[in-house]
């Protein structure tokens, strides 16, 4: 075995772990002073070629060292981990007392503005916005509005009929039928909402469409 002073080897250990500046350095440090291949190892590994009364003393010695070293490595090894930690706060610290801020989900539908818009208009003029079902009974979509069974107006539109009665509404005023049933005049609404027709699609027609409906009761009326 050679011969190795271990003061000098404790020496030159500590130096280096103090004046290392990352984590992967350290873990080359540690490789180097206590990794298989390292001179302290093979100095364990070689005591029992040793008299004796020589082996227990360097054992001892060489023991304490190694204790020692992984203490020293150990304390490194945390420091430059709150080191590292420190820096991140730095570069990403977050408040997390601070309010959030709401992301971006994308911004309103045309329809939707021209609706909503139309509706901050009439409101302004003492309107209130109103809404009613879409699907409808023959009654609300027609026979309340003077157009039954054998009337021509109702030719106009290619109505979708359901079940037992019911039908997809093709105008908003059955909404105006809704609210005089149980509102008394003076009154003044409006509806803007979706309505059904079957019709054939091109570029100005589709099977559904927004209709803007109003309606004013009460003395005095006038449009001028």
């Known amino acids: 075995m050679a011969k190795i002073d271990l003061k000098t080897l404790q020496n030159r250990a500590e130096n280096e772990i103090k004046t290392t500046k990352d984590l992967k350095e350290l873990n080359e440090i540690f490789k180097k002073y206590l990794g298989k291949k390292a ?3 093979q100095v364990l590994h070689s005591l029992e070629k040793l008299p004796k009364a ?3 003393k360097i054992g001892q ?4 060292l190694k204790n020692f070293l992984k203490i020293k490595f150990g304390q490194k090894a945390q420091e430059l981990k709150e080191k590292v930690r420190k820096e991140v706060e730095e570069k990403e610290w977050i408040d997390i007392t601070a309010p959030g801020k709401k992301p971006t989900l994308g911004h309103l539908h045309p329809l939707t503005q021209v609706k909503r ?14 809404e009613g079902p879409e699907v409808e ?3 609300y979509n027609f026979d309340a509005l003077n157009i039954p069974p054998e009337h021509p107006a109702r030719d106009l539109w290619d109505t979708f009929y359901l079940k037992n009665g019911f039908l997809l509404r093709t105008h908003t005023t059955p909404v105006d039928v809704r609210y005089m ?3 008394n005049p003076p009154l003044r609404i409006i509806t803007i909402d979706r ?7 091109d570029a100005s027609h589709e099977i559904n469409f927004y209709q803007l409906d109003g309606l004013m009761v009460g003395k005095n009326i006038s449009v001028a």
């Open 137 to 139: 009974t023959e009654w």
């Open 39 to 41: 001179e302290l190892t």
């Open 61 to 64: 010695q060489a023991n304490q």
């Open 117 to 130: 818009k139309t509706e901050e208009i009439f409101q302004a003029m003492g309107f209130s916005v109103v």
């Open 181 to 183: 049933e149980k509102n």
């Open 195 to 201: 309505c059904f027709r079957h019709e054939a699609t």
């Open 54 to 56: 020589k082996r227990v």
